[in-house]
């Protein structure tokens, strides 16, 4: 039988399996005619079963679904929940919270307690709240396009920063700019607001900022939404060169790569973005995103009378800082992604990428194994892919299906985007294990 067929019939049967361990959350998908694409936001459709498992119970590193099975959980909510499932510290940062008021427009000292905390660990001075790490990017390159009077932002391409408009670009064919396949009601031509070049090219990236119109290059350390691409030696420091050189500032997007320790890549490497924005994990799973700024742009900001940033001036939310998100906050960098936390979820990730290298190796598959800190993927191409264009034409979505597939009715989560684990603190070497021999019977079956 060719692997094709094989994979085929053995997606046919872990199908069947799924239905038949998921009745419980058949009916809820089934019940639900009045969302649209029966979920409460449609990027919920992609799983790999027919429908999506409904949660009961998350706590740690475990899921229970309302059908009773329980998951190993390595998805942690794509790094939302990166600090573990209902951390205790926030748990109890929140209740508390919740019983003394939640929208009165006025700021908790929690807050100065987070962005001083976020200062620490990232050098950047003065920080804002937002409820994504979406707006925190919105919200960002307003500022900065404020600040230079410059029209353009520049972005890797097969980035993802979020629903932001202006990063929906990709290097195109020809090598040129072009729209992302399948951005959904573009306001303008992605061209007139954005630049792109490929991650680890320095020289596509001076061709574009030698226009002189882009006011923010607007960047992951390493990518890590189309499988995780890192940074060649000396990469990070020519993009910090050649921003300064064309008078573009440089915004280092954290809300994924924070998985490289307490201080994210930003630290880890040793960079000196102008603004950092971050969202997710930092709020232990209670909405939030926060945006840091240099004392230079702060004080630049804070002196352009002509800017409404109290207002309608397309800055804020009115709910961003609110007093959960800040409680939840603070707790979280406070008491739970603590140094001690991270040198664990590290630790576990180093066993978990070599233990997967191992396994790959002996079935001699050319794939490839990456680590950033906490979290690891595997790419179905070695060497790893250096760039976005490369990842994407890697992909292979039946595979990862099957993958996902198996592990799920063995009781193992990824994320259901790529093929991402990521360590929150209670992840242990046995559950780098239980994975670890399901992903190797599944190999087995498929070579
Ligand atoms: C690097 C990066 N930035 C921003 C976002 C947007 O986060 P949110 O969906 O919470 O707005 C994401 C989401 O995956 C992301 O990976």
């Not at 209740?95 to 987070?114: F, I």
């Not at 404020?146 to 932001?164: E, F, M, Q």
């Not at 990730?349 to 290298?357: E, T, V």
């Not at 595979?399 to 985007?417: I, K, Q, W």
Request: one cysteine or more; a negative charge; proline letters at 5%.
């Amino acid at each position: 039988m060719s692997t094709d067929s094989r994979l085929e019939s053995l997606m046919a049967r872990e199908r069947a399996t799924f239905a038949d361990r998921h009745p419980g959350s058949r009916a809820a998908y089934q019940r639900s005619d009045h969302l649209f694409g029966r979920v409460p936001m449609t990027w919920m459709n992609k799983t790999a079963g027919d429908f999506p498992i409904y949660l009961a119970t998350a706590r740690g590193n475990r899921i229970v679904d309302v059908d009773g099975n329980e998951f190993v959980d390595f998805a942690l909510g794509d790094t939302g929940a990166m600090a573990g499932h209902s951390p205790a510290p926030v748990v109890a940062a929140v209740t508390e919270r919740v019983q003394r008021g939640l929208a009165t427009m006025m700021p908790t000292e929690d807050a100065a307690v987070a962005g001083a905390e976020l200062a620490r660990r990232f050098g950047l001075p003065a920080w804002s709240f937002a409820l994504t790490a979406t707006d925190a990017n919105r919200w960002a390159i307003r500022l900065l396009r404020a600040v230079t009077g410059r029209p353009k932002i520049l972005v890797n391409s097969y980035c993802y920063h979020g629903s932001v408009d202006e990063s929906l670009i990709v290097v195109g064919p020809d090598g040129r700019g072009a729209s992302r396949e399948g951005n959904v009601g573009a306001p303008v031509d992605v061209t007139l607001t954005s630049r792109v070049a490929e991650f680890n090219d320095l020289e596509g990236l001076e061709r574009e900022l030698a226009h002189g119109d882009v006011a923010a290059v607007l960047m992951e350390p390493a990518l890590t939404n189309i499988g995780i691409v890192l940074p060649d030696d000396g990469y990070l420091a020519g993009v910090r060169e050649l921003t300064r050189r064309h008078g573009t500032y440089l915004i280092n997007d954290e809300t994924h790569t924070f998985s490289a320790g307490p201080g994210g890549a930003t630290a880890f490497w040793g960079l000196e973005p102008d603004v950092l924005t971050i969202g997710k994990a930092i709020g232990g799973g209670v909405p939030v995103g926060a945006y840091g700024l240099s004392a230079e742009l702060a004080d630049a900001l804070s002196g352009r009378g002509d800017l409404d940033l109290v207002d309608m001036g397309g800055v804020g939310g009115t709910l961003a800082g609110n007093p959960v998100s800040m409680a939840a906050t603070r707790a979280t960098l406070q008491e739970v992604l603590t140094d001690a936390a991270f040198a664990t979820m590290i630790e576990t990730a180093s066993a978990f990428a070599d233990g997967l290298i191992r396994i790959i190796e002996g079935y001699g598959l050319p794939w490839s194994v990456s680590r950033l800190g906490a979290r690891v993927e595997y790419r179905f191409a070695s060497p790893a892919p250096r760039n976005g264009t490369e990842s994407a034409a890697n992909a292979n979505a039946e595979l990862e299906d099957f993958l996902h597939l198996y592990l799920a009715n063995r009781g193992v989560l990824l994320t259901p985007f790529h093929n991402m684990a990521l360590m929150c603190p209670q992840t242990s070497l046995a559950d780098v294990a239980r994975h670890h021999e399901i992903f190797d019977t599944a190999l087995k079956e498929l070579t």
